[in-house]
């Protein structure tokens, strides 16, 4: 694979896909995690823009439906197999399987994407308060060092940077404090940098963003109770619904809950609005949530 730092690169690079044949596609860049995996963000986004790959103009992504199955190596590129569930009067439909190290099946899901029809139209309103400026709001590296070093023992998150994603977290003081966390919670980001002019590509960056810091709403909820113990924490799956064309590179808000936790898995579901507090898109994703020790 190239060689360039995954953070030297813009989001659309780090998705960048190469035809290998019909229905076959490669990635090129690899996006580590803290425990020397692919970001699932990244392998999100390349499943999202393999299957709209050979989609017809005008049918716009709606929904993705994800399963990580086994870990995928950074430094592997991984091959794309895309085929066609439904090719209607209305909606396509793919279906993307993501290869490994001579067939390692490492991911499996379902794109749609559908015709924009004329219809009623109705959403729940953004939690933001009227008027919060995102771009007045501590950054990660502002937050009271002691609450991040609280939360390394949820899967390190306190030490997870990604310069191509912005990134804030409103009242971090209250938000982050174990005592005060109860299964909720919000934050805004954004694409760091510009993203070009098509609807495709937008989604496929949303995808990779909409990884970042989904479960935290479960996991948090645990860190006051955690003593010195250590969460195991690894994504399961992952679901995306697209309500209405939306642009990464403008500031998003993501309020998320998590309904439940048991028997080793954790699932948080995000409500996405944009700044003037339009309904977005919906995320849910289950996790693994373990003792490590």
């Known amino acids: 694979m190239p060689s360039t730092p995954w953070n030297e690169l813009d989001i659309p690079q780090l998705l960048a896909l190469d035809a290998v044949a019909p229905g076959l596609w490669r990635t090129r860049h690899g996006d580590a995690n803290l425990n020397g995996r692919s970001y699932g963000g990244q392998l999100l986004g390349q499943a999202m823009m393999a299957g709209l790959m050979d989609v017809p103009a005008g049918r716009e992504p709606t929904?993705?439906?994800?399963?990580f199955l086994q870990g995928a190596m950074p430094q592997d590129t991984v091959d794309l197999q895309v085929t066609e569930l439904q090719e209607g009067k209305r909606f396509s439909s793919r279906h993307v399987r993501g290869r490994q190290d001579n067939g390692r099946l490492v991911l499996d899901a379902q794109v749609t994407c559908a015709l924009p029809m004329e219809s009623p139209t109705h959403g729940q309103p953004s939690t933001a308060p009227v008027g919060e400026r995102p771009e007045d709001l501590a950054t990660l590296d502002e937050v009271d060092p002691a609450l991040m070093r609280g939360i390394r023992r949820l899967g390190g998150y306190s030490e997870d940077r990604k310069p191509s994603i912005e990134f804030r977290i409103p009242d971090a003081g209250r938000q982050l404090a174990p005592d005060t966390m109860n299964g909720r919670f919000r934050f805004w980001m954004r694409a760091a940098r510009p993203v070009p002019e098509d609807t495709r590509i937008?989604?496929?960056?949303?995808?990779?963003?909409?990884?970042?810091?989904?479960?935290?709403?479960?996991?948090?909820?645990?860190?006051?109770?955690l003593g010195e113990r250590r969460l195991y924490i690894s994504s399961l799956n992952h679901a995306i619904w697209l309500h209405r064309p939306l642009r990464v590179d403008q500031w998003l808000h993501v309020d998320c809950v998590s309904p439940a936790g048991a028997s080793g898995r954790s699932l948080s579901m995000g409500a996405v609005h944009d700044v003037q507090g339009r309904s977005l898109a919906t995320l849910t994703q289950e996790c693994l949530m373990a003792y490590a020790d």
């Open 63 to 67: 929904m993705m439906q994800f399963l």
């Open 202 to 225: 937008h989604a496929a960056v949303f995808a990779y963003l909409s990884d970042w810091w989904l479960n935290f709403s479960s996991l948090g909820l645990h860190l006051r109770d």
